[in-house]
């Protein structure tokens, strides 16, 4: 049985890039075993109602706080991975995340995981900067 993946890619976040390498990346997910379910959302919390083995997002550090915010509270905790493509991604550049969305996404596919903090306030969770 294959592994379940769900990319979600927010298409507001910056300028937008990743609609160049967006068929690349599936195709390596797909073609590293993965039954991949894309969504195109802003909306981290309404892309995720099923159990999925990995969860990937596409977007800025508010994409990447989004999906941790929603899936931190869940019994079973999917393994993450994260392709920065907003304005700034302060979040990336803070754990030495960089290269082209591609690169990163055969590394999310061959690299080893990594633990993170994940800070809490008042039941809401945050990945970076709680403001």
Known sequence: MKKRMLFIVNPCSGTVKIKDSLLDICQIFCE??????????????DAIKEAYDLVVCSGGDGTFNGMVSTLVPLEEHPSIGYIPSGSTNDFARSIGLNGSSIDIARQIMTGSPRKLDIGAFNQLYFSYVAS
């Open 32 to 45: 590293a075993g993965y039954d991949l379910t894309l969504n195109v959302t802003k909306y981290i919390s």
